[in-house]
């Protein structure tokens, strides 16, 4: 599979939650297949998603399409705002 979303189960962060389920409704809406890779099973995990990223306090959700960086969830809505949600995906 193509999308692979980093994203928690265990965070006591609203603004995370909500950031999360947002990236997961669009993705839905716009029939985008994605797997979910839950960082709170271990830290290998989420070293894995910190070191894959680039950005060593990178923090859930994190979107990769495969193994390549697309961007956290501030990019993300600014490219759903632009429509240009399949390039950042590098889907297009």
Known sequence: MGIKLYYTTVTA????KSQQAEVMRILDS?????ELIDISVGGAVRDEMRSKSGIPT???PQIFN???????????????????VDQFLKIA
């Not at 962060?13 to 995370?16: D, K, T, Y």
């Not at 495969?66 to 240009?84: I, K, L, P, R």
């Open 13 to 16: 962060s609203r603004e995370v």
């Open 30 to 34: 716009k029939s985008i297949k994605y």
């Open 58 to 60: 990178a923090i859930p």
């Open 66 to 84: 495969e193994d390549q960086y697309c961007g956290n969830y501030e990019m993300f809505s600014e490219a759903v705002e632009a429509d240009t």
